[in-house]
């Protein structure tokens, strides 16, 4: 009962802690240029169903649903780890700030290019503001649920970069947010500038 429940109060805490500190790491690794990539070939349909499954119990608390498309093989040279990052990253945003809407995972090719979009219903970024959430520290006020240190989307828009692709975010007040990530099929990861 009480006991388990602190337990995994705790757990919890300690994984946003050490969450925390990662990213602040990463950042520290962006800054001096030194955020290693592996790259491996894998499969992204096989990691998006590994990363929901993680996400189940946050997506019960939040009493929302993902419901995701994919073709059935998507085979990328990618940092695995790093897409991961991605994928967590984005995924709980939207189930944070989704206000316990469904979200929608879509993937598909385009060309040499693996595009992925996220969206939620929840209320959605100020055009104003869209471009700043990628930036060090920023988090934009939507009626103060905004909490944490806003490293994610930095970190995210640093991974995708550094594999040759892009991300943007369509959103506007009151429609929801829809996180556009295209990746390079074949990434040639960029040399780490100084």
């Not at 491996?40 to 590994?50: G, N, P, S, W």
């Not at 995701?68 to 897409?83: A, T």
């Not at 959430?133 to 970069?161: A, E, P």
């Not at 506007?172 to 960029?190: H, R, V």
Request: aromatic letters at 4%; proline letters at 3%; one cysteine or more.
């Amino acid at each position: 009962g009480r006991i388990t429940r602190l337990i995994n109060i705790s757990d919890k805490q300690i994984e946003r802690l050490s969450r925390l500190v990662d990213d602040m790491l990463d950042v520290g690794r962006i800054k001096s240029g030194k955020l290693s990539m592996q790259l491996e070939q894998f499969d992204l349909k096989e990691l998006i169903k590994e990363v929901l499954e993680r996400l189940t119990p946050q997506m019960e608390a939040a009493k929302c649903k993902i419901t995701w498309q994919v073709p059935d093989e998507i085979e990328g040279n990618w940092d695995r780890f790093r897409i991961e990052q991605v994928l967590l990253n984005v995924l709980t945003n939207a189930i944070k700030y989704g206000e316990g809407s469904n979200i929608e995972l879509d993937v598909k090719i385009a060309g040499e290019m693996a595009v992925m979009s996220v969206k939620d219903h929840g209320g959605g970024i100020a055009p104003e503001n869209a471009e700043k959430i990628f930036q060090r520290f920023q988090q934009i006020d939507t009626n103060s649920v905004m909490s944490g240190l806003g490293l994610g989307l930095y970190i995210v828009k640093h991974i995708v970069d550094m594999h040759g692709g892009t991300v943007h975010v369509e959103s506007s007040i009151g429609s929801g947010s829809n996180f556009i990530i295209k990746l390079p099929l074949i990434s040639k990861p960029l040399e780490a500038q100084p």
